[in-house]
């Protein structure tokens, strides 16, 4: 065996071992809310990868759930927006946060990637475009194979190489790779300090539409009570009317989901 093969050899092995063992990825994500607005919003990202699964979050989530992990249950406000888990069957479990209740929606990953020829040099890799058609999007993305890990940000998984890079032809959204860690704080992939209702699609979307016809239901029926106070500390009589224009009023402008085709058409 020639000595440039050998080495080539060498360096495969080495590189398919690093990159076999547990991962940190990090992402920014650039996305619009509402199609009526030119207002972005901005996020950091994180993508772990431990023993054959995935979790995506935001990196707000991953402290909040690190601090859990290990016992903590002081006053931390997470931040839920596209959490996601890839299993070990390559189904993606997707959390839902409506009103008190947490739902997880489980699914097969379905991507049918087209890989072009188009080759390109981005954040210091070689990468390689593909395009795909998820959900009423039209994605394009880009992936290298110097980095072997067949993973990428959200639910966007499958390509011979870690995804860079994606964006959707509307420019909507963006995510961008930041960074790669070797270590992270090792805990459940599932989301901690809720425990979750599992729904089917369609049973989502009713719960979505029951909150936005009524998202103060518990209050005003008397299950749940909860006293109001103006800015002296006074307690006053909240106006549920009042309260339901603005809540429906948010859900209207949050029109523009990463999976389009499942937006809820809101009355």
């Not at 870690?162 to 860690?181: A, N, P």
């Amino acid at each position: 065996m020639q000595l440039k093969t050998f080495l080539a050899i060498l360096l495969f092995s080495f590189i398919q071992n690093f990159y076999s063992q547990d991962m940190r990825i990090d992402y920014n994500l650039v996305y619009k809310q509402d199609t009526l607005s030119s207002e972005t919003i901005s996020k950091k990202m994180v993508l772990l990868v431990k023993d054959g699964e995935s979790r995506f979050c935001t990196e707000k989530q991953y402290q909040v759930d690190s601090l859990r992990s290990i016992g903590f249950y002081g006053f931390a406000v997470g931040d839920h927006v596209f959490d996601a888990v890839r299993d070990k069957q390559n189904r993606s479990s997707r959390y839902y946060y409506i009103s008190a209740d947490a739902y997880k929606l489980t699914e097969p990953i379905q991507l049918d990637w087209k890989i072009e020829k188009e080759v390109a040099k981005k954040y210091g890799y070689n990468c390689q475009k593909a395009t795909l058609n998820y959900k009423g999007r039209k994605w394009e993305a880009w992936f290298t194979q110097d980095i072997p890990l067949h993973e990428g940000p959200y639910v966007f998984k499958g390509l011979p190489g870690l995804i860079v890079e994606m964006e959707d032809k509307s420019h909507s959204y963006k995510f961008s790779f930041s960074g790669l860690k070797k270590s992270f704080h090792k805990m459940s992939f599932e989301s901690l300090g809720f425990k979750r209702v599992d729904v089917s699609m369609n049973n989502l979307k009713k719960v979505m539409l029951d909150y936005y016809n009524d998202p103060f239901r518990e209050m005003t029926s008397g299950n749940v009570k909860a006293k109001f106070k103006d800015e002296k500390g006074n307690e006053i009589e909240p106006n549920f009317r009042e309260m339901t224009k603005n809540v429906q009023t948010s859900l209207k402008k949050n029109n523009n989901p990463i999976e389009l085709s499942e937006a809820i058409k809101y009355p």
